[in-house]
């Protein structure tokens, strides 16, 4: 069954830490994004990847950086965490652009 | 930007009865793509429209695209526990930029 795998579940993170969320997936995607959700905010576009080595802003990018060195691994990085990014983070992956997304299992991030 | 807006936020129904969802973009969509997020998961591909006016089932649920390809609509036939989530509508602009979200509609079945 293909896969979307997010290092954690859980995390709890102190103010001022860098945190990596780490993503990785085995369908040999071209795209990969980066989503926060919250409650009555929805899904919002962090950052996303159309191809190794490349990244692009999302909707909502600051205080956020990420890395993608292999394809099937796409990174998101908080430099200096605060509590306003405590947060459910989804990693994503499509196979082309304009199709459809096969999420992870996300990852709760608590910064206290 | 673009923005993609979804009504009810909240749907309570008895098992048994029908629900829709409906959508809508500010801007024209290359596709529509539906969701269904379950209570503690995470979102679930469920099905993508790409033509004007296209209508897709999948057994209970049947969707719909709109002519000017801005909405699009989820219906449900007869309501099951199974159903409970919330769904999700979302869509690229034209030119396939990455998916923008509705805030999504929280289905509630009643048994």
């Known amino acids: 069954d293909v896969k979307v795998t997010q290092s954690s579940r859980y995390l709890v993170k102190r103010t001022g830490e860098k945190v990596f969320l780490e993503c990785v997936q085995d369908m040999d995607h071209e795209n990969m994004f980066w989503y926060r959700q919250d409650p009555g905010l929805g899904l919002r576009l962090i950052y996303f990847s159309y191809d190794v080595k490349m990244k692009e802003k999302g909707d909502i990018p600051e205080g956020y950086s990420v890395s993608r060195e292999k394809k099937e691994r796409f990174s998101l990085i908080l430099e200096s965490a605060s509590t306003n990014q405590t947060s459910m983070y989804l990693c994503?992956?499509?196979?082309?652009?304009?199709?459809?997304?096969?999420f992870g299992s996300g990852t709760r991030l608590t910064v206290v | 930007g673009q923005q993609v807006m979804q009504i009810p936020q909240y749907q309570h129904v008895q098992e048994g009865e029908d629900f829709t969802t409906y959508c809508n973009s500010s801007?024209?969509?290359?596709?529509i793509q539906w969701y269904k997020q379950r209570p503690g998961g995470h979102p679930v591909f469920l099905i993508q429209?790409?033509?004007?006016?296209e209508v897709k089932k999948q057994k209970r649920l049947t969707f719909q695209f709109g002519e000017a390809k801005k909405n699009s609509s989820l219906h449900i036939t007869a309501t099951q526990t199974t159903d409970v989530g919330t769904y999700f509508c979302a869509g690229p602009a034209l030119g396939n930029t990455p998916l923008v979200f509705g805030k999504g509609t929280r289905l509630s079945v009643i048994a």
């Open positions: 994503a992956s499509s196979i082309r652009r304009g199709y459809g997304y096969t």
């Open positions: 429209l790409v033509k004007s006016g």
């Open positions: 801007t024209t969509l290359s596709n």
